[in-house]
């Protein structure tokens, strides 16, 4: 595996028009990595944890995540991603129709990266996915130690 394998975008999004539209976003900000969609915080989880396809077996990720999922609430999938030991550095961006200050303020002391609230502004998004496209270009694997 090289080091310049391409970050895949994972999208924890239950609203398929926003998922339509975030993509559409990200594909106008010239990101062309390959993007995952997932309509709930389980089927997300799940392959963030255990698909042989998602980033524990497979390299880098970002994850888009949306706070007000059917199953569960964002915070918690932000928690158990950042309290994990393997998969706490990835970037986490939360999309969100919430702009409560409290609850941004725990997202951040939970350890996402970017907040962004719907519906997006497309040019803060496009603001946010190019610093994001600068941060995809530097992820680097990690280094694989031998069994």
């Given at each position: 595996m090289?080091?310049?394998?391409?970050?895949n975008i994972v999208m924890i999004e239950d609203d398929e028009g926003h998922a339509r539209?975030?993509?559409k976003n990200?594909?106008?900000a010239g990101i062309n990595n390959p993007l995952r969609h997932f309509l709930d915080g389980t089927s997300g989880l799940n392959f963030l944890f255990d698909d042989p396809e998602g980033p524990l077996a497979n390299g880098p990720a970002l994850v888009l995540l949306d706070l007000?999922?059917?199953?569960?609430s964002g915070t918690e999938i932000l928690s158990r991603i950042k309290?994990?030991?393997?998969l706490h550095r990835i970037p986490v961006v939360i999309l969100t129709t919430t702009d409560d200050k409290t609850e941004i303020q725990r997202c951040y002391d939970l350890g996402c990266n970017v907040y962004i609230t719907k519906p997006v502004n497309y040019e803060n998004f496009a603001d946010a996915i190019r610093q994001l496209g600068l941060f995809l270009s530097v992820i680097q694997l990690p280094d694989r130690e031998g069994p």
């Open positions: 090289s080091a310049s394998q391409p970050v539209l975030i993509e990200i594909r106008r007000n999922l059917p199953d569960m309290s994990d030991e393997k």
